[in-house]
Structures are given as structure tokens and as C-alpha cells.
């Protein structure tokens, strides 16, 4: 059950994006699009998506726009590229994650950057957003990684106690496109929507109450850590655009140290 959570303004949140969402001759150039707008990337590991050239034009592309680079861990194409779930032991899991997440960390140290933060994909971000077990596997192996890494998770109770029981930083992720359960979860059968207004309509009143409207036409309120777009609508553009002008974002890390009087 959602903790009881009270209504408050938003003053500082982080605008994230996915980048290396392409393999070989499969190209997604218009993510690169979205730079200018983001405080933070998701790069693939080069298991759902991303190969080696492309990993390092996404990490090349995030250091000049001087952008918070996490790394974007998932299933492989077999194994469920989009919503699928699959069901592996923590051993499999915990091999999965460290093995992604270590690739980009020694990728990006080559030049001269850091890895902040971490965030499934797909069906694996589908799976952690529900099931306390698996989100937890994921969290403890993200922490064996590095004990300063960030996990970035659907918004709800599971992410968060799964920050109190793997003793891990977590970032908790709204999206303005997709729809939402009176106890504040992603309904993933939903159709998302892309309708320029609702999404920035929503993040207006997201900003000024924390709260999301839900599937019964109601209000409820969540925690925002972070949100997440996407560059798969003909207009994404032009919602983060609008949506950057509305609040500047800044990156999970910072906020939290602003926050608590260090900078």
C-alpha cells in the first residue's frame, strides 16, 4: 500500500532521457535531440540496445552537453526487449546488472566521466515497479557495483522500500505520458498519451501539488524525484521544450546536496 505521503510543491526535479537506443544499422538518431532539455541520461548497455560505437557517441554527446550519465540496464532482445516479464533467480539477476552496469562504469572512466545513477528498461523497469524481490535484486546488485550509485525506479511504495532494505540511494520517476492507478502506479496496459496540453497541463499541476491525476479521474499524490521522456511521439520535442521552460531541471545528485546545505 502507497505510504501516506502529504501535498506539497515541487521546486527541484530532474529531467532524465534514454540515449544509445540503437544496434548496428538500427539508428535513433532523434534522442540526441532531447540534450539541450534533460539534466541527466539513460545509456543502453549494449543488451537491449547499444553496441560499442554507439555507447561511446552517446557518452560523448552527454559530456559535452556537461549531462548526469546513468546506465540503462535491461533484459536482451530474447529475453523481453519490450514488456515482457522473465523470471530469473538473484544469482542470473544480480550477474545481469553488474555486468551492464560494470561495461558502462569502465566505458565511461576511459573518459574521464562517471556513472550516477542506473534505470532498468522495459520489461525489466515494468517488473521493479511491482515486485518488491526483483526491484530488491537489482537495487543490491546496483550497490555492489558502486555504493554511490543512484537507483532510478517507478514512483511508489515498492521503490521506496526497496531504497530502505538495500541501503541505496533512489530516484523515484514520473512520466507525464502514461496512466496512473489511484495508489500511484503505472497502469502498463494503458495506452500512453501524447497529447501536448495533458502532458504539460499535468506537470503544472505535478509542480504545484505533487499530486498525478489517476485511471478514476481523481487526484493522487506521489513522490518525484525525477521524470522521464521519451523522443517517440512526432511532438516529444515540443513537450520537453515547453516543459524546460516551465521548470529547469537538475540532476538527482545535486538537488539532494542542495538540499541538505552543501551547496
Not at 552496469?101 to 556513472?115: W, Y
Not at 518525484?224 to 516543459?243: G, M, P, Q, V, W
Request: charged fraction near 25%; proline fraction near 2%.
Amino acid at each position: 500500500m502507497q505510504e501516506l505521503l502529504e501535498k506539497k510543491q515541487i521546486k527541484n526535479i530532474d529531467f532524465n532521457c534514454d540515449l544509445a537506443q540503437s544496434f548496428g544499422v538500427y539508428k535513433n538518431n532523434a534522442e540526441y535531440e532531447l540534450l539541450d532539455y534533460v539534466s541527466s541520461v539513460n545509456i543502453s548497455c549494449g543488451f537491449h540496445a547499444g553496441d560499442p560505437l554507439i555507447i561511446k557517441k552517446a557518452l560523448m554527446e552527454a559530456k559535452e552537453k556537461n549531462i548526469v550519465i546513468g546506465a540503462h540496464i535491461g533484459f536482451d532482445d530474447i529475453q523481453g526487449f519490450g514488456y515482457r516479464e522473465t523470471q530469473l533467480s538473484e544469482e542470473e539477476i544480480e550477474a545481469l546488472v553488474i555486468y551492464q552496469v560494470g561495461a558502462i562504469i569502465s566505458f565511461a572512466k576511459t573518459f574521464g566521466l562517471e556513472i550516477e545513477h542506473v534505470r532498468p528498461h522495459g520489461a525489466m523497469y515494468k517488473q521493479a515497479a511491482t515486485d518488491f524481490t526483483f526491484a530488491s535484486a537489482i537495487a543490491k546488485a546496483i550497490k555492489k557495483c558502486s555504493a554511490w550509485l543512484v537507483y532510478y525506479g517507478a514512483s511508489g511504495d515498492v521503490t521506496q522500500k526497496v531504497g530502505e532494505y538495500a541501503d541505496i540511494k533512489v530516484a523515484q520517476e514520473i512520466f507525464l505520458d502514461k496512466t496512473y492507478t489511484t495508489e500511484g502506479i503505472i497502469d502498463f496496459s494503458a495506452k500512453d498519451n501524447s497529447n501536448f496540453d495533458f502532458n504539460i497541463n499535468r506537470l503544472k499541476h505535478l509542480l504545484s501539488t505533487s499530486e498525478i491525476d489517476n485511471n478514476l479521474g481523481g487526484k493522487t499524490i506521489v513522490n518525484a524525484d525525477s521524470i522521464h521522456f521519451t523522443n517517440k511521439y512526432e511532438n516529444s520535442l515540443e513537450i520537453i521544450k515547453t516543459a524546460r521552460e516551465i521548470i529547469t531541471p537538475e540532476p538527482v545528485n545535486y538537488i539532494k546536496a542542495k538540499n541538505s546545505g552543501w551547496v
